[in-house]
């Protein structure tokens, strides 16, 4: 007769989530994740599967957290302000989720830069293309600009927003605002 968890899925998966935020994919270890989570390796292996596939979850687990903030962009009509917005929106996030070691997505991004690991990569290729698309969509609010710049500012905004998300893990608050401002500048 199979045992009955004596876990919830979701609350273990966000604790695996904070886990390899903080520490980030590679330095995060079978031993952290049992301690973190509060059940053994046979039962992650068991709910989960393997680490990867447990990181995986995590991911998910993480755009499910931040989605809010993406469908408040999505629906604004106010081009450019919503960008700076959500800037805003993605820095907060990250402390009310008690955490300030910036984006997940974007530091999955930077760890697996020169990895082969295709699943991964095409979760970050996704994530990057959906946010260019909303910036596009919101930066063609303003009629004066062709496509050309567009596209330039798009690509601008997707390296600022990297930017932040590092700068988020070290920076004080006033360094990030300023930071924030400063780019809405130079639009």
């Given at each position: ?47 989960f ?35 700076k ?17 910036g ?37 063609k ?47």
């Amino acid at each position: 007769m199979a045992r009955k968890k004596e876990y919830k899925e979701e609350e273990v998966l966000e604790k695996a989530m904070y886990l390899f935020w903080q520490n980030g994919y590679e330095n995060t270890s079978m031993k952290m994740l049992e301690k973190e989570m509060g059940i053994n390796k046979f039962s992650i292996y068991s709910s989960f599967g393997s680490k990867h596939e447990l990181f995986l979850k995590t991911l998910k687990c993480y755009n499910s957290k931040i989605k809010k903030i993406f469908e408040k962009l999505k629906e604004a009509s106010n081009g450019v302000d919503d960008i700076k917005e959500f800037f805003y929106d993605s820095v907060k996030i990250g402390s009310q989720l008690g955490n300030k070691k910036g984006c997940l997505l974007t530091n999955t991004y930077n760890e697996f830069s020169e990895s082969e690991d295709v699943l991964i990569k095409n979760e970050m290729n996704v994530f990057m293309s959906n946010l260019k698309t909303i910036f596009i969509e919101k930066l063609k609010a303003d009629s004066s600009k062709n496509e050309e710049t567009v596209l330039k500012q798009a690509n601008f905004l997707l390296l600022a927003k990297h930017g932040l998300a590092a700068a988020s893990r070290v920076n004080s608050q006033k360094e990030i605002e300023d930071y924030i401002e400063m780019t809405f500048n130079n639009l």
